[in-house]
């Protein structure tokens, strides 16, 4: 999964650089590296869906309106049924978000259209430690991961940072394994000069 992510992510670099004018990473939007991402990460899979509603969302009382978080991308063998579906004749032919792979994408930007980007540092402290125990805490979800795109001025400052994210997580007993890394040199259009992609292994709590 991490070789599929940086390969895939590599390749768009060497495409957009070969533009004219020249492009990078830096001018999609969130949302076309959500698509990219989830293109790679399920190249190898029979099915896979975005934006999911978590499976085992119950809503907190005495709000019974509150809407489910969605994860990112979910990989299957088959297609996941939604929570509203209703079993049906076809029903033994959909997967369970058991069998599932659940992958949250967390995108941090060290620089955005020239400027420093503000939520750069709380993509670690508070967006990635928010995902990791979400898909740690719902009770249906088996197998699960959160998939890094971390745009960086260097690659030693991408992957310091996702060094202290992981102690940090760590610290506060989330339960994660060891990232797989991966960088790649892009070019230094808006002050990001590296792309670096890590996988994470996350566990139930």
Request: with cysteine.
């Amino acid at each position: 999964m991490a070789d599929r992510l940086h390969a895939s992510l590599a390749q768009l670099i060497s495409c957009l650089a070969a533009q004219d004018p020249p492009a990078s990473l830096d001018d999609l939007s969130d949302g076309q590296f959500l698509m990219h991402a989830a293109d790679a990460l399920g190249e190898d899979a029979c099915w896979r869906g975005i934006e999911l509603c978590y499976p085992g969302f119950e809503a907190p009382s005495g709000k019974a309106r509150a809407k489910p978080p969605r994860c990112s991308v979910v990989l299957a063998p088959r297609e996941v049924a939604k929570t509203d579906d209703v079993p049906g004749l076809f029903s033994d032919a959909t997967s369970t978000p058991e069998e599932a792979c659940w992958v949250e994408l967390v995108l941090a930007r060290e620089w955005r259209q020239l400027e420093r980007c503000p939520r750069y540092a709380t993509q670690f402290t508070e967006r990635a430690m928010r995902m990791v125990a979400q898909l740690a805490t719902d009770e249906r979800i088996v197998h699960a991961r959160l998939a890094w795109v971390v745009l960086a001025s260097s690659d030693e400052r991408g992957r310091t940072d996702l060094a202290s994210w992981e102690r940090l997580a760590l610290a506060e007993g989330l339960p994660i394994g060891a990232p797989v890394i991966r960088s790649a040199t892009m070019p230094d259009v808006q002050g990001n000069g590296a792309c670096i992609t890590a996988i994470v292994p996350v566990q139930r709590l």
